[in-house]
């Protein structure tokens, strides 16, 4: 027994590899999916014919479509985080960092729909369903992944009050959550690219509005934000 134990380790890690890689190959399809044809158009059936392989190993990987689509987005909020932290490190004025950092979640959100698809169909489910349908270890990566990105903006807010540049009450990670969130909103609405108003009384009217157009309101009500004292605690 003790001669066939190393060998025995040898195959059970080979295999895990090779699951691993597999699931790997899976998510890299449905982000390639996502970035060609939508969030909402792809299929599991699409997904699996893109790797080779039948829905059914899909499932072996998955606990279904909510875990593959959840850690699909760790990919694009890695990314995401990544051009926060570029913006956060481009200046040292806090006032600069702020709407480089909410400017470089725009500009993202913008560049990879996708990613706000995925983002929104995630956040409109009660988290007691999320709970039941996506893995322990899909939902920590998950949540590490936003967490990641929300505490750059946290810290920026937080070294705003600390200094005494920013004026609020309140939590600054309730700020930052509430930003997201209103910043996935925001990029909905820059891809509609219609700002509907009221020509007269009863008489609605539509007309269009460039995305630069939203970009410059969410900087601009960031900043407003932290200088107005708007939040409360």
């Given at each position: 027994?003790?001669?066939?134990?190393?060998?025995?380790?040898?195959r059970r890690?080979?295999?895990?590899?090779?699951?691993?890689?597999?699931k790997?190959?899976?998510?890299?399809?449905?982000?390639?999916?996502?970035?060609?044809?939508?969030?909402r158009?792809?299929?599991?059936?699409?997904?699996?014919?893109?790797?080779?392989?039948?829905?059914?190993?899909?499932?072996?990987?998955?606990?279904?479509?909510?875990?593959?689509?959840?850690?699909?987005?760790?990919?694009?909020?890695?990314?995401?985080?990544?051009?926060?932290?570029?913006a956060?490190?481009?200046?040292?004025?806090?006032?600069?960092?702020?709407?480089?950092?909410?400017?470089?979640?725009?500009?993202?959100?913008?560049?990879?729909?996708?990613?706000?698809?995925?983002a929104l169909?995630?956040?409109?489910?009660?988290?007691?369903?999320?709970?039941?349908?996506?893995?322990?270890?899909?939902?920590f990566?998950?949540?590490?992944?936003?967490?990641s990105?929300?505490?750059?903006?946290?810290?920026?807010?937080a070294?705003?009050?600390?200094?005494?540049e920013?004026?609020?009450?309140?939590?600054?990670?309730?700020?930052?959550?509430?930003?997201?969130?209103?910043?996935?909103?925001?990029?909905?609405l820059?891809?509609?690219?219609?700002?509907?108003?009221?020509?007269?009384?009863?008489?609605?009217?539509?007309?269009?509005?460039?995305?630069?157009?939203?970009?410059?309101?969410?900087?601009?009500?960031?900043l407003?934000?932290?200088?107005?004292?708007?939040?409360?605690?």
């Amino acid at each position: 027994m003790a001669t066939r134990a190393p060998e025995t380790d040898g195959r059970r890690k080979a295999a895990a590899a090779r699951r691993r890689a597999r699931k790997e190959q899976i998510i890299a399809a449905t982000r390639e999916l996502f970035d060609s044809r939508g969030v909402r158009d792809v299929q599991i059936e699409e997904i699996a014919g893109a790797v080779g392989i039948n829905r059914a190993i899909v499932y072996r990987h998955f606990t279904g479509k909510e875990e593959l689509f959840a850690l699909t987005l760790v990919g694009y909020l890695d990314e995401l985080h990544e051009a926060m932290s570029a913006a956060a490190r481009s200046t040292d004025d806090t006032t600069d960092r702020l709407a480089a950092v909410v400017g470089a979640f725009f500009d993202y959100g913008v560049a990879h729909p996708a990613f706000v698809d995925c983002a929104l169909a995630l956040m409109v489910r009660p988290g007691d369903e999320l709970l039941d349908e996506i893995s322990e270890g899909a939902l920590f990566r998950l949540g590490r992944g936003i967490t990641s990105c929300m505490t750059i903006l946290s810290d920026v807010l937080a070294d705003g009050i600390a200094s005494g540049e920013f004026s609020v009450k309140g939590d600054p990670v309730l700020m930052a959550n509430t930003m997201y969130a209103s910043g996935l909103g925001a990029l909905q609405l820059a891809r509609l690219g219609i700002l509907v108003s009221e020509a007269a009384p009863g008489m609605p009217t539509v007309s269009e509005m460039p995305a630069d157009q939203v970009r410059d309101y969410v900087v601009s009500s960031a900043l407003a934000l932290v200088t107005r004292n708007v939040l409360q605690p």
